[in-house]
């Protein structure tokens, strides 16, 4: 992150974590403990800072979107939980700690997943308009929609594998963006350019993990990646043509620095 990006950053996150680990003080102690875990692995809070941003990019305090980047974290970390289980992924490691079926066993792992995603929506249930964004996001034509298509293993052409990360990848990235919006009152024509904005970084955050993870993606017999179809560099120039778009849509708007150090962030970051 840039200098300025990072201060922004350092000035939300320790109040938004305090919300985030504060969650289910009513559950039983061993319950709540493998609820936190997993939220407690040290991620870029990639989709709570666009949140942020989305609403201070239409003059408002970015603190107003806090139940929007809430929800978003905690269904997103369901997803990763859900995502490592054996049935799924079959990941040990996430973030180079153990994962959470690795910890507490297979069943309590997809319990913390649907505790995880039902509280996400309890965290925007006075929003009826945040809870149906994330519902869309997070459903059978996004997250999960994209899950599956990734499981059917029928992505062997760009095209293909746009349209399944822009669902598994890009939804919640895309509503991150949009609930932000709709935090500080956005007009449908903010809403319009928020939205162009969100789908161009959700897809250019893809494309650039694949460039990130350029050794594994270039391997011919490897998983389909943006890499593997389009080379090295024109993974590398379409991550950045798609940063392009995303801070033009964000110039659109009132405030808009944030968003574009985001949008950058997204697309040259080393980690």
């Given at each position: 992150?840039?200098?300025?990006?990072?201060?922004?950053?350092?000035?939300?996150?320790?109040?938004?974590?305090?919300?985030?680990?504060?969650?289910?003080?009513?559950?039983?102690?061993?319950?709540?403990?493998?609820?936190?875990?997993?939220?407690?692995?040290?991620?870029?809070?990639?989709?709570?800072?666009?949140?942020?941003?989305?609403?201070?990019?239409?003059?408002?305090?970015?603190?107003?979107?806090?139940?929007?980047?809430?929800?978003?974290?905690?269904?997103?970390?369901?997803?990763?939980?859900?995502?490592?289980?054996?049935?799924?992924?079959?990941?040990?490691?996430?973030?180079?700690?153990?994962?959470?079926?690795?910890?507490?066993?297979?069943?309590?792992?997809?319990?913390?997943?649907?505790?995880?995603l039902t509280e996400g929506f309890a965290v925007i249930a006075e929003s009826p308009a945040m809870v149906r964004e994330l519902a869309a996001a997070a459903g059978a034509v996004g997250m999960?929609?994209?899950?599956?298509?990734?499981?059917?293993?029928?992505?062997?052409?760009?095209?293909?594998?746009?349209?399944?990360?822009?669902?598994?990848?890009?939804?919640?990235?895309?509503?991150?963006?949009?609930?932000?919006?709709?935090?500080?009152?956005?007009?449908?024509?903010?809403?319009?350019?928020?939205?162009?904005?969100?789908?161009?970084?959700?897809?250019?955050?893809?494309?650039?993990?694949?460039?990130?993870?350029?050794?594994?993606?270039?391997?011919?017999?490897?998983?389909?990646?943006?890499?593997?179809?389009?080379?090295?560099?024109?993974?590398?120039?379409?991550?950045?043509?798609?940063?392009?778009?995303?801070?033009?849509?964000?110039?659109?708007?009132?405030?808009?620095?944030?968003?574009?150090?985001?949008?950058?962030?997204?697309?040259?970051?080393?980690?």
């Open positions: 992150m840039t200098p300025s990006l990072a201060a922004w950053a350092a000035g939300l996150v320790p109040d938004f974590e305090a919300a985030l680990f504060g969650r289910f003080e009513d559950a039983d102690p061993g319950f709540r403990e493998a609820l936190r875990y997993p939220l407690q692995t040290g991620g870029k809070r990639i989709r709570p800072l666009l949140a942020f941003a989305a609403a201070g990019a239409l003059g408002a305090d970015p603190r107003r979107a806090l139940p929007a980047a809430l929800a978003l974290e905690l269904v997103h970390t369901y997803s990763l939980v859900h995502d490592d289980l054996p049935a799924m992924d079959d990941d040990d490691l996430r973030r180079g700690r153990p994962t959470v079926h690795k910890v507490y066993g297979e069943a309590m792992a997809i319990l913390v997943g649907d505790a995880l999960v929609g994209g899950q599956v298509l990734d499981i059917a293993g029928g992505s062997q052409d760009v095209v293909s594998l746009t349209r399944l990360h822009a669902r598994k990848t890009g939804a919640l990235i895309r509503a991150a963006a949009r609930m932000g919006g709709f935090a500080a009152g956005a007009d449908a024509r903010q809403l319009e350019a928020l939205t162009r904005y969100g789908e161009a970084v959700g897809l250019a955050f893809q494309v650039a993990d694949d460039v990130l993870d350029a050794e594994q993606d270039a391997a011919p017999e490897g998983p389909p990646s943006f890499v593997r179809l389009l080379g090295l560099a024109g993974a590398t120039a379409e991550a950045s043509r798609l940063g392009d778009v995303a801070c033009g849509a964000a110039e659109e708007l009132p405030a808009a620095e944030r968003l574009v150090e985001l949008a950058r962030f997204a697309v040259e970051r080393t980690i």
